[in-house]
């Protein structure tokens, strides 16, 4: 082991779906605060990955290290506590839920206790980080806009003090304005010392704000050693 | 004066099918997965503790233990093999029809231990509060069992409202029932969530079973009754509504009430559940009817 453990580590990871693999022997690694895009045509596999990592699929064969710890085989909980947060495609919120309570769940990976989740400097930030949500916080979810409700996704990401952050599709048919306020918060975000790990169909975005690219195609990823 | 009367005796039953369709609402939320045997565990608390006290001479707080325990460990259980194999690797959809067939059979199985194990007599448990009927203002009186059921169920009702409300957990099992996926990615173990409530609920049944008995009395079959009745309340609130389903318990039980006393004794369940379906099929959409199985 080097002097520097990657953030992430991923080597040889396959995922399959039946008989139909969608990722085969993806290998990369990131170091503490690097950002990196995945981007590919829809379909390729990029998400799948993403899943892999966060254990929301089981791996068919590989290794996924974050911070050197081996993480176990499709065990999203323990990806969540060890740090690793998903902010997954289509948002997967708690429509009946308010955008606040969708928030402070992100603090369930590392407490029990809402009145320190609410305390926490990771919710602070998380509602710092869009204070276009201010006023819709008691609102449920589920009637907020498509660019609330991806906002209130990312806060509920950055609520669980991830050390790194995987986005899926976060600009899917999103306004520019929109994608554009995503995108500046991701950035801040990640200058803050985050790693992250963004799956993007169309690059441009993500590249300004990503040093690193992976590029996915037909479930193989290229491009993955060091910039 | 009869009014009244009808009104409190409605009361007192409708809160039991309050607290049973709470129960069963509040588990479909987390678990997708329609509780038919949750009267089943009632009846079990009522006649195993008449059971182990007038047959087996056991004092009454060490037999309402070892009663509560039993039924604890059985729906553990029963959540942890019968329900996890019967849903694993389904889709949602499929899940739904199976699981419902699990639990019906487990309503069938409980019934059929029950008859062996304690007859087919009526019993109940012995009262935890004996004593002649309390009378309140105005000549109108209470049966003190009566008052501990609605009592249990405003502390229960309550203490859950307060765990949802207040705690990060409560917030989480209604984050469960919402959204399974989004759940998990934020680390909440949904497995553990359905497999509280079930036990949880079994449990909370078997009190309320316990304490309710001696007003109406127990026979083997008493828990279908009771199932049927609470999952027409959380019917009302689309399985998914418990608050709906509270409303819609006590509305059943002063309804049964009153149509019972100035109606006809015997008809009145019948004239009951005629009037409930004319409503369902009137007003679907305003009582909550939402597609509980498809959506």
């Known amino acids: 082991m080097n002097a520097e453990t990657p953030a992430l580590a991923v080597t040889g990871l396959s995922v399959a779906y039946g008989a139909m693999v969608a990722v085969h022997d993806a290998t990369f690694a990131l170091a503490p605060g690097e950002a990196c895009a995945l981007t590919g045509p829809n379909g390729n596999g990029k998400s799948s990955i993403l899943m892999g990592l966060a254990g929301l699929v089981r791996r068919r064969a590989g290794d996924v290290r974050i911070f050197g710890t081996r993480a176990p085989n499709g065990d999203v909980r323990w990806a969540a506590r060890h740090g690793l947060t998903l902010v997954p495609e289509r948002r997967q919120l708690y429509p009946g839920l308010s955008a606040a309570d969708n928030i402070v769940l992100g603090c369930y990976s590392w407490t029990s206790s809402l009145s320190r989740a609410r305390r926490s400097a990771p919710f602070g930030l998380a509602l710092d980080l869009f204070p276009e949500i201010g006023p819709h916080l008691r609102q449920p979810a589920g009637t907020l806009s498509g660019g609330q409700q991806q906002m209130v996704a990312i806060m509920r990401g950055l609520a669980s003090d991830p050390k790194i952050l995987a986005v899926d599709e976060p600009c899917l048919g999103l306004a520019e304005a929109v994608s554009r306020r995503v995108y500046d918060a991701l950035a801040r975000i990640g200058e803050a010392g985050t790693t992250l790990i963004v799956v993007e169909e169309a690059p441009k975005r993500a590249l300004a704000i990503c040093a690193r690219r992976v590029e996915v195609r037909n479930g193989v990823a290229t491009g993955a050693s060091a910039s | ?295």
């Not at chain 2, 729906?75 to 019967?86: I, K, S």
């Not at chain 2, 069938?108 to 004593?131: E, N, Y």
């Not at chain 2, 009186?141 to 405003?154: D, I, S, T, W």
């Not at chain 2, 049964?256 to 009951?272: F, K, M, N, P, Q």
Request: with cysteine.
């Open chain 2, 1 to 295: 004066m009869k009014f009244g009367q009808l009104v409190i005796a409605g009361l007192v039953t409708g809160s039991i099918y309050a607290v049973f369709a709470v129960c069963v609402s509040v588990w479909y939320r987390v678990s997708n997965i329609l509780n038919l045997a949750v009267g089943d565990f009632a009846m079990l608390g009522a006649l195993g503790v008449d059971d182990l006290v007038r047959v087996r001479n056991w004092p009454l707080p060490a037999a309402i233990a070892t009663t509560l325990v039993v039924v604890a460990v059985f729906g553990y259980l029963y959540d942890r093999v019968v329900l996890t194999l019967a849903t694993e690797g389904r889709s949602a959809q499929e899940g739904i029809v199976v699981t419902f067939f699990f639990t019906f059979a487990l309503s069938f199985f409980i019934d059929g231990v029950a008859k062996i194990l304690f007859g087919t007599d009526v019993h109940a448990a012995p009262a935890l509060w004996s004593g002649r009927s309390l009378s309140l203002l105005s000549g109108l009186r209470v049966e003190r069992a009566g008052v501990l059921v609605l009592a249990c169920a405003v502390i229960c009702g309550s203490m859950f409202w307060l765990y949802i409300r207040y705690t990060l957990g409560g917030k989480a099992m209604e984050a469960s029932g919402e959204n399974p996926l989004g759940a998990r990615i934020v680390g909440i173990d949904t497995q553990s969530y359905r497999r509280i409530i079930f036990t949880g609920t079994a449990v909370l049944a078997a009190v309320f079973g316990i304490i309710e008995s001696p007003i109406t009395g127990y026979t083997y079959l008493s828990g279908a009754t009771i199932s049927l009745t609470g999952f027409i309340a959380a019917a009302y609130g689309g399985f998914r509504q418990p608050g709906r389903a509270l409303v819609a318990g006590l509305v059943i039980g002063i309804t049964e009430a009153l149509l019972g006393g100035y109606v006809s004794a015997e008809y009145g369940d019948t004239v009951l559940y005629a009037i409930l379906a004319a409503l369902v099929l009137a007003w679907p959409r305003g009582l909550g009817f939402e597609p509980a199985v498809g959506g």
